[in-house]
T-cell receptor, first 113, second 120 residues
Framework: QQPVQSPQAVILREGEDAVINCSSS?????VHWYRQKHGEAPVFLMILLKGGEQKGHDKISASFNEKKQQSSLYLTASQLSYSGTYFC??????????????FGRGTQLTVWP | NAGVMQNPRHLVRRRGQEARLRCSPMKGHSHVYWYRQLPEEGLKFMVYLQKENIIDESGMPKERFSAEFPKEGPSILRIQQVVRGDSAAYFC??????????????????FGPGTRLLVL
């Protein structure tokens, strides 16, 4: 039930945009996005619940297509601080696997000045 | 408001020894999750606990691994007779009590800094 993330790695110049995708073979209840810098804890970015909502703060936003079981994370006008590994975590079924998140393998984002 | 705390941050053990990893959830959080992360990989769910209850331990190996979250004190992940393959970063996450806050707040898991276990 591990979601698939793409691409595996992205290299950007400061100010460029990026999209990271997360797809699952199972029906999703929620998608959670985290960013992790090397040697540090994953930092929560946002959560999307089923219903096809889109969220965002600052220049990072995300969408959730419940029908396609896909979520995308959009990074606009990237900054150096955006560098890190981005993980999506999914909850496939609120009833049977309450609480546990299935994480993708991550997308490594590098922003150069 | 202190975040999720884990200790030790680094732990070195020889094969056959025991490893004890501690996690103190954020204030007001009564749900604790343990995840394991191997180098260059994502986080793998191990166990989900509430105070004095194991809710889901389906991701935890049946042998040598155990977890608890007592009424008082931190959650403990214990690994007995460690082997080299246990070397990994172990993260704990916490979330608020169900029903007390908005759904999105309950669902959100906040991670601690992790314990990096090295088995020699």
């Amino acid at each position: 039930q591990q979601p698939v993330q793409s691409p595996q790695a992205v290299i950007l110049r400061e100010g460029e945009d990026a999209v990271i995708n997360c797809s699952s073979s199972k029906a999703l209840y929620s998608v959670h996005w985290y960013r992790q810098k090397h040697g540090e804890a994953p930092v929560f970015l946002m959560i999307l619940l089923k219903g096809g909502e889109q969220k965002g703060h600052d220049k990072i936003s995300a969408s959730f297509n419940e029908k396609k079981q896909q979520s995308s994370l959009y990074l606009t006008a990237s900054q150096l601080s955006y560098s890190g590994t981005y993980f999506c975590g999914t909850q496939a079924d609120r009833g049977s696997t309450l609480g546990r998140l299935y994480f993708g393998r991550g997308t490594q984002l590098t922003v150069w000045p | 408001n202190a975040g999720v705390m884990q200790n030790p941050r680094h732990l070195v053990r020889r094969r056959g020894q025991e490893a004890r990893l501690r996690c103190s959830p954020m204030k007001g959080h009564s749900h604790v999750y343990w995840y394991r992360q191997l180098p260059e990989e994502g986080l793998k769910f191990m166990v989900y606990l509430q105070k004095e209850n194991i809710i889901d331990e389906s991701g935890m190996p049946k042998e040598r691994f155990s977890a608890e979250f007592p009424k008082e004190g931190p959650s403990i992940l214990r690994i007995q007779q460690v082997v080299r393959g246990d070397s990994a970063a172990y993260f704990c996450a916490s979330s608020p009590a169900w029903g007390r806050l908005m759904w999105t707040s309950w669902e959100t898991q906040y991670f601690g800094p992790g314990t990096r276990l090295l088995v020699l």
